[in-house]
């Protein structure tokens, strides 16, 4: 079992940043991707930003330039740096990875979510 856990949403002004982490933990033996979706509400999940073991990084038009994914494998841990926010960023942020467990079985874990509201 790997499990993952969000922190670091909240409330901010629009033209605000903030920094969600995700730490994975548990029977990991590798991690491959690692992602960052959001759900709005009355909205589909939708991926924002992937970041791939060797680091390559790809991004939604809506956030390019402005989110920045990057990932501490010694920590397992991904990061998502959100500048410039906008209303419509407001959703309920989710952390996924992919890899292999310790004994090799193949996973796909999620974290709870954090939600990120931003308004004024």
């Known amino acids: 079992q790997v499990q993952l856990v969000e922190s670091g949403g909240g409330l901010v002004q629009p033209g605000g940043s903030l920094r969600l982490s995700c730490a994975a933990s548990?029977?990991?033996?590798?991690?491959?991707?690692m992602r960052w979706y959001r759900q709005a509400p009355g909205n589909e999940r939708e991926v924002v930003a992937r970041?791939?073991?060797?680091?390559?990084?790809n991004y939604a038009d809506s956030v390019k330039a402005r989110f920045i994914i990057s990932r501490d494998n010694a920590k397992n841990t991904v990061y998502l740096q959100m500048n410039s926010l906008k209303p419509e960023d407001t959703a309920v942020y989710y952390c996924?990875?992919?890899?292999?467990?310790?004994?090799?079985?193949?996973?796909?874990?999620w974290g709870q979510g954090t939600q990120v509201t931003v308004s004024s």
């Open positions: 996924n990875a992919d890899g292999r467990t310790w004994d090799r079985r193949s996973f796909i874990s």
């Open positions: 548990g029977s990991i033996g590798s991690i491959n991707a």
């Open positions: 970041i791939f073991s060797g680091g390559s990084t």
